[in-house]
């Protein structure tokens, strides 16, 4: 009796640690359990009853008040640790230590993804011996990190035929974006594509950006060097239409034209073409002008009625000359701030430039512009390009910085009029009058569709004095391709886009030759364990000598 008496806190304590594992392992099973728990808190209850006196002599013991000071430290000590351990995992925060970022996103997909609304679900259809499933994975990881929108699962085409055939999967390693009734799908394991496909999906709709042609411009689907069909192939990823547009029989733009690109005529536009462009611009249109040194002068006068200055010039630079290039590459590596150069820190090459500045006197009021981009001050504006001999000239030439980008806005003038086509008040008929007189009735009879709301947009102008920097030879020289895409998505109002964009990360690897590599064998697998060896045995043979 008196065993079962000192020992019933211990019968007591296992019935409840078995109640506890039997509810764990069987679920389903909850009276057994709930008996053994019963049981358990009523052995307890009567040992403590049984054993009060001995229990309050306890109480008052020196090593019982140690015991249970260090009891509540440790339990303190666990409380802060767990606490901590809480914390971290709700507001986690990772940190990238390789040189070249590999385990982190662009700063594209960072933006893509935290200007996400809508849920995506990403099916991964790879075999379990498909090598680029980790990687897959590992990218998937890092989008989930900076959104909770992204969702995915791993499907293994050999145990799930019917989800193959339902989605119409024919190649390993296929990866289905889905986010509502829209989708899309990739082969490849890149951000670069994965990002893409993002931007894809969650575009209400495709925008179309016209190149112009018919005087001289780059060709838009060329792929020699003079050639736009890099940037054409980089503006589609983006989810962009682009196409080309003849204006000379035309006086009208397209219903769905978005950006309107004239990419370095080489002719005058005509002035029918020049006066379609200005009121597409002022009706809330965008256009980007990328010109070329002295050609297609007719655009200097049409440009200045927004308040744009063409130099009849070229932009020499002695700075390109350390950089590789020659004294008529001017390199921008500083920039002025604006939304399109925020956070953009790669320098940009414009071969054979002429200098683009904002009017200063005689500026219209429609027009609000700004320099992004200038050169260093050891550029200089040459405006003697007759003589065969380029030397800078105190009087004649324009030291640097010299600008060569402008970018602003241009007011909306849809649905003004001019005095004269303004009907005077005499000349109203009676309807007119009561029309006039019950504008709250009117605008309750007919509300405003949305449509004609994004009409008043004001119109957005960009001039380069270059285009070459966006060519099939330039267009992946250093931040020459995501200037010009940035630029676009300034333009066409995708401020979300507008970052670095997206590249395909390769590690960098040490190529060592074979004597190379048995030094190194011979130091880190050898020679270091030996002295390791060495310097223990030694340790020890002292201490036995002591």
């Excluded at 065993?3 to 909850?30: D, E």
Aim: glycine share 6%; proline share 5%; with cysteine.
């Amino acid at each position: 009796m008196d065993k079962i008496k000192k020992n019933l806190n211990t019968i007591g304590l296992v019935l409840i640690l078995a109640a506890i594992a039997g509810i764990r392992i069987w679920p389903y099973k909850k009276a057994i359990p709930a008996a053994l728990a019963v049981l358990g808190i009523a052995a307890l209850a009567v040992y403590i009853a049984l054993n009060l006196s001995s229990l309050k002599k306890g109480f008052k013991r020196k090593s019982f008040l140690y015991s249970s000071n260090l009891l509540l430290i440790v339990v303190l000590v666990l409380a802060i640790v767990v606490l901590l351990n809480v914390i971290l995992a709700r507001n986690h925060h990772r940190f990238d230590f390789t040189q070249a970022r590999l385990h982190s996103l662009s700063d594209q997909s960072v933006t893509v993804l935290k200007a996400l609304k809508q849920d995506i679900m990403v099916r991964c259809f790879f075999r379990e011996g498909n090598y680029g499933r980790a990687a897959m994975e590992n990218l998937l990881k890092n989008y989930v990190y900076h959104s909770s929108k992204i969702k995915y699962e791993f499907i293994d085409p050999d145990k799930n035929p019917g989800l193959v055939k339902r989605y119409d999967v024919t190649q390993d390693g296929t990866s289905i974006l889905e986010s509502g009734d829209k989708d899309n799908r990739i082969t490849t394991t890149s951000e670069e594509d994965l990002t893409n496909a993002l931007i894809k999906i969650t575009r209400s709709a495709k925008k179309t950006i016209y190149f112009l042609e018919g005087h001289g411009e780059h060709p838009l689907e060329e792929a020699d060097e003079n050639g736009y069909a890099t940037a054409k192939g980089e503006l589609e990823k983006l989810g962009y239409e682009a196409k080309k547009l003849a204006l000379a029989l035309s006086d009208t733009f397209p219903k769905d034209c978005a950006l309107l690109v004239v990419a370095g005529p080489q002719k005058d536009l005509l002035p029918n073409e020049l006066e379609t462009i200005k009121a597409y611009l002022e009706t809330g249109g965008r256009v980007f002008v990328m010109t070329n040194p002295e050609v297609a002068p007719g655009l200097v006068p049409f440009l200045r009625q927004f308040g744009v200055k063409l130099e009849n010039d070229l932009v020499v630079d002695t700075v390109s000359r350390l950089l590789g290039g020659d004294y008529f590459m001017p390199v921008v590596t500083e920039y002025d701030y604006h939304e399109i150069t925020r956070n953009f820190r790669y320098a940009t090459f414009f071969p054979f430039a002429r200098s683009v500045d904002a009017l200063t006197e005689g500026k219209p009021e429609d027009a609000t512009l700004s320099v992004i981009a200038k050169t260093s001050p050891n550029a200089w504006s040459e405006r003697q390009l007759d003589n065969k001999e380029v030397t800078f000239d105190e009087g004649v030439d324009v030291a640097g910085p010299i600008p060569l980008a402008v970018v602003g806005t241009v007011k909306n003038k849809a649905g003004e009029t001019t005095p004269e086509e303004t009907p005077a008040e005499e000349d109203k008929t009676e309807d007119e009058a009561e029309d006039d007189a019950k504008p709250e009735e009117a605008s309750e009879a007919e509300p405003m569709p949305e449509e004609s709301a994004a009409a008043k947009a004001d119109g957005r102008l960009a001039v380069f004095g270059d285009s070459d920097l966006a060519s099939n030879r330039y267009f992946g020289m250093s931040g020459n391709g995501n200037f010009f895409l940035n630029t676009v998505n300034w333009l066409t109002e995708e401020s979300d886009l507008i970052a670095i964009q997206a590249k395909t990360q390769n590690p960098r690897t040490i190529q060592l030759s074979p004597s190379q590599g048995r030094l190194m064998f011979f130091v880190s697998v050898l020679l270091i364990p030996l002295a390791v060896l060495g310097l223990g045995l030694s340790i020890w043979i002292r201490r036995r000598s002591l």
